[in-house]
């Protein structure tokens, strides 16, 4: 099935910003009947979640305050990938960086897309668990309180409105899924001396 | 509880972008231990978005080339507030723009935040059913097919990776949470001559 109706081709683009953080194009395009249009978005280099077990079932999340939100925001781990970093290595990084966890079995879950109208960000989903305690090493201007969740509790704050982070509501499910055995993950063992 | 340890305090913004549809703003911060850092981020209006549940059970998604990821994405209906718009009224200006239904019965649902780090974008979900055909309107340069898919068809997809989008994956599991009574909505009645 050709999807040439639907499919916008890109006749030029300009970096509209350069930020610290943000990098942001527009592209003009041609729709698919022949017109001009603009597409404005988000250059991301892509992220990664993890969704980490601990032996009694509970989960780690984070509460951490979202500027643009102006809230704390209950969230499982997640970050941006590195320049070439790949995407598992940047789980086990992330793990480690923001939780002191890291994770002797790691499941890959998939994909989602948070924001398909104006970023070209990613977030690839992993799932850690047999987890084990080392360093905590918070990125500069990073402040995250911890916190040990039964996923019940997760369940119940999404029903009242508590928790509304996109990917961590998708996790949530992934987990409820995974856990029915709808939804199997294939776990993988990670030595030791490969954790950061 | 006081979330002083988390919270960042704004010394001053300047705006980086007034696009055609992006306004992207630098903020000027003090992290909750005094340090200054700065915040990149979106402003955006707002959004919702609509599950359109028919007599025998289906849902309408939509399929729709989403630039930023270069591919067709399938997703519920969704759409930015208009100025002084209600969410409401949005949520049914958006599924009678884009699919041409109208719904006797409307649930709201929740409320998604789906990209805490860079956007101010908060997506309410909305829940419709008792659907009845009028005119579709597309906006200019919108080009998207739709499709009635059986609730286990998508919940298949979005184990095979083929349902990437955030929105329309926890939209996905309210559908579900909703139907098992685990997270029960309440539906009111709109008269056919407050539709649009």
Not at 107 to 112: S, T
Request: with cysteine; charged share 25%; net charge negative.
């Amino acid at each position: 099935m050709s999807d040439a109706h639907l499919v916008e081709t890109r006749l030029s683009s300009e970096q509209l910003v350069q930020g610290n953080f943000l990098d942001v194009r527009r592209d003009t395009i041609a729709l698919p009947d022949g017109q001009r249009a603009t597409r404005e978005y988000v250059v991301h280099p892509g992220a990664v979640m993890v969704v980490p077990i601990l032996d009694d079932g509970r989960v780690i999340v984070e509460r951490q305050f979202r500027y643009p939100l102006q809230q704390v925001i209950l969230e499982f781990p997640a970050g941006k990938l590195d320049a070439g970093e790949s995407r598992h290595a940047c789980a086990m990084r992330e793990l480690a960086e923001e939780t002191g966890y890291r994770a002797r079995q790691w499941a890959r879950a998939g994909v989602l897309h948070p924001t398909v109208a104006y970023s070209t960000e990613f977030i690839e989903i992993w799932f850690a668990r047999d987890l084990y305690l080392g360093q905590r090493s918070l990125d500069q201007g990073e402040f995250i309180e911890l916190l040990a969740m039964d996923p019940d509790a997760l369940d119940a704050a999404a029903c009242q409105g508590a928790l509304t982070d996109a990917k961590s509501l998708i996790a949530l499910m992934w987990l409820q899924k995974s856990q029915s055995g709808q939804w199997p993950l294939t776990w993988v063992s990670v030595p030791d001396a490969q954790q950061g």
